[in-house]
């Protein structure tokens, strides 16, 4: 982990970056129950790339279920 600088650092949230001076609540109101995630680039780098909505685990998990299935339809549709 780096350390930042506040003057050249940027927030960013949902894709958007915020403009200093302005309170988090003037952009996304004053829910207490909402979650937020936000992400701290350089300024000037533009947005921070996107995390993958799986991560590779679940991923793998799933491409076998899919194929154990896929396989299984196969057998079925030979018998």
């Not at 949902?14 to 200093?20: D, I, T, W």
């Not at 998990?61 to 899919?66: E, K, L, R």
């Amino acid at each position: 982990n780096q350390l930042m600088e506040p003057e050249t650092t940027s927030l960013w949230v949902a894709g958007k970056e915020f403009q200093r001076g302005k309170l988090v609540s003037d952009r996304l109101g004053t829910n207490e129950k909402t979650k937020v995630i936000a992400k701290l680039q350089n300024k000037g780098s533009g947005p921070p790339g996107r995390e993958p909505i799986v991560n590779e685990e679940e991923r793998k998990a799933m491409m076998a279920h899919y194929f154990k299935r896929q396989e299984e339809l196969k057998r079925l549709g030979e018998a």
